[in-house]
């Protein structure tokens, strides 16, 4: 992990709306992952149990999505430099591995249980769609339409793989939660070191891990876009573009391979890689291109620490809602007008620390980097 105390960034030198993005992203993070009670979301913080999918559900493929922006935007330079591809594979291995492994630090606080702590997570999902994205661009260089073509085969290889392969026990597949091949994977590998929820399977599991390369990918078909010649007006109209059209292609394979966030199905990559791009169209129409910032200032403040805030929030996240957190809900949040709406607030409560240490962050030009 380092940090840097830097000077103010030109503007013309920054991709502004690609931070905005991220902050946004971490803001909605803290925000669904901090309710005041589970008992009682806030209904329009609620992902959806199974099928189908909300905001909420886009949230963690968009992070995904600009950990694979971040690829080409950060190798690239080394590249052209004369840096040696061993080298540069070196550096994301390691990088990886720290990323895993501070995930599964995070699911020991408060209780260090290491016999049975969570191994699959959202840090070590992030940590390997990174690590495969990165050796794909670093080895095989693949440009815009070979990112596509690599996707394309990892979600089509994916649907039969879920919906017509026998689970090893000789059972029939099943998009259930503990009836498909990813939770049959995922238990028979890490049993006893899945969700605490569940026990049984993981919505991070082993085999949708896969999968999400994809969205890995079609971040780095976007970074590798932003890197390109042309306008801004002209990137932006082909994000928005490719975003209807993934959103449009996702809606009608969910017809037959559903939308399910929590075993990242074919058609959950495209619809949410989709309303990614989508977003970042009307970022950057907005906020590069009009010069309208001064709402989403907060934002680009927080983007410029997303991991590091991300981290502190499931840190602090953890220990508020082990004690002190849920007593303060249970007597003060709980009976403002209605327990969800309590919930609501308890969650903008934490959500307004993690933006506070970001702001601050910020304001002294500390730029923490894993």
């Known amino acids: 992990m380092t940090y840097s105390i830097q000077q103010a960034i030109p503007r013309k030198q920054r991709i502004e709306a690609i931070d905005v993005f991220r902050g946004l992203i971490i803001f909605l993070m803290c925000l669904v992952n901090n309710p005041g009670s589970w008992g009682h979301v806030y209904t329009p913080l609620l992902e959806a149990d199974w099928s189908g999918y909300g905001i909420p559900d886009l949230i963690f493929p968009g992070f995904i999505f600009l950990v694979g922006m971040a690829v080409p935007l950060s190798l690239d330079r080394r590249l052209a430099s004369g840096e040696s591809r061993l080298r540069l594979f070196r550096h994301v291995l390691i990088r990886s591995i720290i990323l895993f492994f501070i995930g599964v630090a995070i699911h020991m606080v ?23 994205g990165s050796c794909i661009y670093i080895f095989c260089r693949p440009n815009a339409f070979w990112l596509a073509i690599i996707g394309a085969v990892i979600l089509l290889i994916y649907w039969p793989l879920m919906t017509l392969v026998p689970l090893p026990n000789g ?98 990559v495209l619809v949410s890689g989709g309303w990614s791009m ?93």
């Not at 249980?113 to 959202?122: E, F, H, K, S, T």
């Not at 042309?230 to 009608?252: M, R």
């Not at 970022?283 to 291109?289: C, H, Q, R, T």
């Open 278 to 370: 989508i977003l970042l169209a009307f970022l950057i129409w907005i906020y590069d291109i009009r010069g309208f910032r001064k709402p989403f200032k907060l934002f680009a403040m927080l983007g410029r620490n997303a991991l590091i805030l991300y981290i502190v929030e499931e840190l602090l996240g953890s220990i508020l809602a082990a004690g002190t957190g849920y007593i303060i809900y249970e007597n003060i949040y709980q009976n403002i007008i209605s327990p969800s709406f309590g919930s609501l607030l308890y969650a903008l409560t934490v959500t307004a620390l993690i933006s506070l240490l970001g702001v601050t962050l910020y304001r002294f030009k500390i730029f923490i980097k894993i």
């Open 171 to 268: 059972a029939a597949p099943a998009l259930t939660p503990t009836g498909n091949l990813d939770a049959y994977i995922s238990n028979l590998l890490l049993k006893g070191h899945l969700w605490e929820v569940t026990k049984t399977w993981d919505p991070e599991g082993i085999v949708s891990s896969f999968a999400a390369i994809a969205t890995g990918l079609s971040g780095i078909w976007a970074g590798k876009l932003i890197k390109s010649s042309g306008s801004q007006q002209e990137k932006a109209l082909v994000f928005l573009i490719s975003g209807v059209v993934l959103v449009a292609l996702g809606q009608i394979w969910g017809i037959q391979f559903p939308i399910i966030k929590k075993l990242w199905t074919s058609s959950f």
């Open 110 to 132: 408060p209780d260090f249980d290491l016999a049975n702590v969570r191994i699959p997570g959202v840090l070590q999902r992030i940590a390997f769609v990174y690590l495969c």
